[in-house]
């Protein structure tokens, strides 16, 4: 009999888990699900898996049975699991020959990527962590045809014609040809799932209970991927949308609620509970009657669109004891809301949280507090609102603090390629001696940083200490709105060294900043769907702020010609500011590192200005920048 294993990167014991696993069975498999070491699912949070070592992640796959099976299934639902992949690979790859297949929500969108940039540096060898397949989309029908096809062998044997004709007849899967010959993506499958396939139920804590009565939502496609919650249906065509639209699992949900008698709470964890006027109408007058027929009271919570909210679907939620749901407003500034092509408008979402409030359906609203998109005025804007939702030592607000670019994606390549991902002081950064710049919110918290995404209130971090790190934020945004204390020394520090007699335009000091980045190194395909963003463009948008700014203090003066010159009291307020730095290493930008105690040499005119050269790559190497004596 095979044996595969199954691994979820979530917090909890997931749907996707309850999904992976029954199908497992249904092939007559034996599912890998950690009960050697007593377990009943194996599920690693993003945090824990960053913070631990290699040398725990191997051993622990090992005592977990991963060693004995024949394939592995993970799903990485999450944008944020991405960054922590590669280690757990890494990590089954020492304990096991067995293919690894990866599925997900943003695995399904960004599946080019993550097969493509699968190479990464360990010590001094290159090792190869990218998943084996991947399935794109729901995972029932290739699965079943898919897991039939592989055993720990498949690796290491020669892939006749006949096993490559089967895999290539496998809907919605990814994968290589052995030793990289040629990158396959099957055709999209638009066939519906049965809606036996589509519903899941599974307790997930002592009295809670999830279920899910719909899949691969539509709307992720209308909105080009805008919707918060789920993107999973974005590469499928029009017709792919499967939900469950009869009263066949009333009986199948009454089961399980008499069996397990501790639970109180079902959450709905469709995430676009009402992208349809008419199906939760449906799907309530299913709950009633569930309702009905068990002998105890349950709450119900679901997620909802801000948009699609309106007074008659908010008293049929709330007949079927619907009491709180989950609101992704993600952009609360209207000019951000259009750049992430979000679903709906600001104003949309101010109407929904009313009527939520007026009906008494408790709602917990999501929100981004920064993105590469953000503006200082957009974070000032968001944590206002978050700061709304915080009362009486009780928070209403999820807020999403900082995200990195996703690990992979053609933005991160975009960043890392010019060595900027650890040099831009985002509204959400500060500077952190030679190492660069830091979160500014993860040291308030007292927390690690990383390529994660970090999600307050939850863990350590409760409501008083989130409202306190909200205000702090919002303090520091409308300081820096006024002077750009970052991007005025930056621009001080450069007509310095760059500016000889003659000064710099504005383009100019983009350049330098952008380290020449054209504003056609964003892909094309991100350029349709996002428009202009970067490092770049998010630099130019400021520019006229900063320079205006620098000009009222007389720090700095323009030229007939355009051309902006330090003056004597720029380069004096230039001085005081690195001799204030922290740190033996200033950082400009993507510009290059100085030595500061050589920078404030060259300020007092005791070494000559000697411009650095423009390295394409890497920290700057000029003697000039080099510590006395190195």
Not at 280 to 306: D, H, K, M, S
Not at 415 to 435: E, H
Not at 509 to 533: Q, Y
Request: some cysteine; overall charge positive; glycine content about 8%.
């Amino acid at each position: 009999m095979k044996k595969i294993g199954i691994l979820t990167l979530t917090r909890k014991n997931s749907l996707a888990y309850a999904a992976l696993k029954q199908i497992v069975l249904e092939l007559d498999y034996e599912p890998i699900c950690g009960q050697s070491i007593g377990a009943e699912a194996l599920f690693m949070p993003m945090e824990e898996v960053h913070l631990v070592g290699y040398d725990f992640l191997g051993p622990f796959f090992q005592k977990a049975g991963f060693s004995d099976a024949d394939c592995i299934l993970i799903s990485a639902p999450y944008t944020a699991s991405l960054f922590s992949l590669p280690k757990v690979i890494r990590a089954l790859r020492a304990v096991s020959p067995a293919p690894v297949v990866l599925g997900g929500n943003e695995v399904s969108n960004n599946y080019r990527n993550l097969m493509e940039y699968r190479f990464i540096p360990f010590v001094h060898t290159l090792e190869d962590v990218g998943p084996d397949f991947i399935v794109r989309g729901a995972a029932e029908w290739a699965l079943k045809l898919l897991l039939r096809l592989l055993d720990k062998t498949t690796l290491r044997r020669r892939w006749t014609a006949d096993f490559v004709k089967q895999l290539l007849d496998i809907p919605n899967l990814v994968f290589w040809i052995p030793e990289r010959s040629a990158l396959f993506a099957t055709r999209s499958s638009f066939t519906e799932l049965p809606e036996e396939e589509i519903f899941t139920v599974v307790k997930y804590g002592e009295k809670t209970a999830a279920v899910t009565f719909q899949r691969a939502c539509g709307w992720a496609k209308k909105s080009r991927g805008g919707c918060l919650f789920c993107a999973i249906a974005a590469h499928f065509g029009k017709d792919f949308h499967c939900a469950v639209k009869s009263d066949f699992f009333v009986r199948q949900l009454v089961f399980f609620l008499k069996t397990h008698e501790t639970v109180r709470t079902v959450d709905i964890w469709d995430d676009t509970f009402n992208i349809d006027e008419w199906w939760p109408v449906r799907i309530c007058g299913y709950l009633a009657e569930v309702n009905r027929r068990i002998q105890r009271e349950i709450t119900y919570t679901c997620f909802l669109r801000p948009k699609g909210i309106t007074p008659e679907l908010l008293a049929r939620l709330k007949a079927v004891n619907i009491k709180a749901a989950f609101i992704g407003a993600d952009a609360v500034t209207g000019s951000l809301s259009r750049r992430l092509r979000r679903g709906n408008t600001v104003q949309e979402l101010q109407e929904s949280l009313h009527m939520l409030s007026r009906s008494g359906i408790r709602y917990n609203i999501s929100v981004q507090l920064f993105s590469p998109e953000s503006t200082l005025e957009d974070v000032e804007t968001t944590a206002a609102l978050a700061l709304q939702h915080i009362k009486d030592g009780r928070s209403s607000v999820h807020v999403h603090l900082y995200t990195y670019p996703l690990f992979g994606s053609a933005v991160h390549a975009l960043l890392n390629a010019r060595k900027n991902l650890k040099s831009i002081p985002a509204p959400l950064m500060r500077t952190a001696g030679d190492s660069g710049y830091e979160a500014l919110t993860c040291h308030l918290l007292g927390v690690e940083a990383s390529f994660f995404v970090r999600t307050y209130p939850g863990g350590d971090v409760d409501a008083h200490r989130l409202k306190e790190v909200l205000e702090q934020i919002r303090a520091w945004c409308i300081d820096a709105r006024q002077s750009h204390p970052v991007k005025s020394f930056w621009y001080l520090s450069l007509l310095f060294l760059e500016g000889d007699s003659t000064g710099l335009p504005r383009d100019r000091l983009v350049d330098l900043l952008a380290r020449n980045e054209p504003e056609t190194a964003i892909p094309e395909a991100l350029r349709k769907s996002h428009g202009d963003f970067g490092y770049r463009f998010t630099l130019s948008r400021s520019v006229g702020a900063v320079t205006e700014g620098l000009l009222k203090e007389r720090w700095i003066r323009e030229t007939e010609a355009g051309r902006y010159l330090l003056t004597d009291g720029g380069r004096a307020k230039l001085l005081s500011m690195v001799r204030g730095h922290a740190g033996n290493r200033v950082v400009i930008g993507a510009y290059g590192g100085i030595d500061r105690d050589a920078f404030v040499e060259m300020l007092r005119g005791r070494r000559p200005v000697t411009r650095p050269p423009m390295v394409k790559n890497g920290p700057f190497r000029s003697n000039a920048f080099r510590k006395p004596g190195a």
